[in-house]
């Protein structure tokens, strides 16, 4: 399967299994949670795991605003996809090769891009600061993300 930046995907319940962390999301018998697919400079895909629970990471959001000034909350951000709400957990995203992916995540028959560029620019743009700070250690990544993917890389 050839990946798509922007595009959605359901994870295979083998990942989850080689690589157990307590705080993933439940891949519901391979059927959702969907993640938002970024790609770094390395070629890496780091999957950003998608919520319809909106309201409680727009208090998240508005909390780290209030500390850090407004638009500055690289952990979370909602925006508009197929017509509604959806919050994005960029604070948990983790990295997979092709092999993990059980497929695209479809509407109407069809794998699902999301085209708006102002939200594909805001996920980009947090989850690269996000995984910089992770690199330089200024930020700590709870799954151990730049293991996973050394491990990946070394496949």
């Known amino acids: 399967m050839d990946l798509v930046e922007h595009g959605l995907y359901i994870i295979k319940d083998e990942f989850f299994v080689r690589f157990p962390y307590a705080r993933w999301n439940w891949n519901k018998e391979e059927n959702r949670p969907c993640y938002y697919a970024v790609k770094d400079k390395s070629g890496v895909y780091w999957m950003i795991p998608m919520t319809t629970q909106v309201e409680g990471l727009k208090a998240k959001i508005k909390k780290a605003e209030e500390k850090y000034g407004e638009g500055n909350c690289i952990y979370y951000h909602v925006g508009i996809v197929a017509g509604k709400e959806r919050g994005f957990k960029i604070g948990n995203m983790f990295p997979v090769t092709e092999r993990y992916v059980l497929r695209a995540y479809e509407i109407f028959n069809h794998p699902y891009v999301i085209e708006t560029a102002n939200l594909n620019d805001a996920l980009r743009s947090r989850a690269m ?22 491990m990946l890389l070394s496949d």
């Open 129 to 150: 600061k996000y995984l910089s700070l992770v690199r330089s250690g200024k930020a700590r990544s709870d799954c151990d993300m730049i293991s996973i993917m050394h």
